[in-house]
Nanobody
Framework: QMQLVESGGGLVQAGGSLRLSCAAS????????MGWFRQAPGKEREFVAA????????YYADSVKGRFTISRDNYKNMVWLQMNSLKPEDTAVYYC????????????????WGQGTQVTVSS
């Protein structure tokens, strides 16, 4: 089993930045694709970003491309999501997940999920 714990969420003004962290325990993340998803109230969960096991490939939703950056450190068993130029529409609960890499944008391919961290962007 792998446990994922997100942190770093909070309230920020539009245009500001936040850095989300995801700490893994129980298993090494080194062989897993890691992703970030988010869910806003009344909306379905959506893909935000993903990074391959080696860190060599990254994937982003069009809505965050150029503003968010995903990174990982397999030795530290950590994943991060740097979020810049935040917009009110980025407000959501953000989830870290570990998956098999087959369909990085599909939440159904992820086996482990964190409990989420709230990000609120005020206008």
């Amino acid at each position: 089993q792998m446990q994922l714990v997100e942190s770093g969420g909070g309230l920020v003004q539009a245009g500001g930045s936040l850095r989300l962290s995801c700490a893994a325990s129980g298993r090494r993340i080194s062989s897993w694709t890691m992703g970030w998803f988010r869910q806003a109230p009344g909306k379905e969960r959506e893909f935000v970003a993903a990074i391959s096991w080696s860190g060599g490939s990254t994937y982003y939703a069009d809505s965050v491309k150029g503003r968010f950056t995903i990174s990982r450190d397999n030795y530290k068993n950590m994943v991060w999501l740097q979020m810049n130029s935040l917009k009110p529409e980025d407000t959501a609960v953000y989830y870290c997940a570990a998956g098999n890499g087959l369909g990085v944008r599909d939440g159904g391919t992820y086996d482990y999920w964190g409990q989420g961290t709230q990000v609120t962007v005020s206008s």
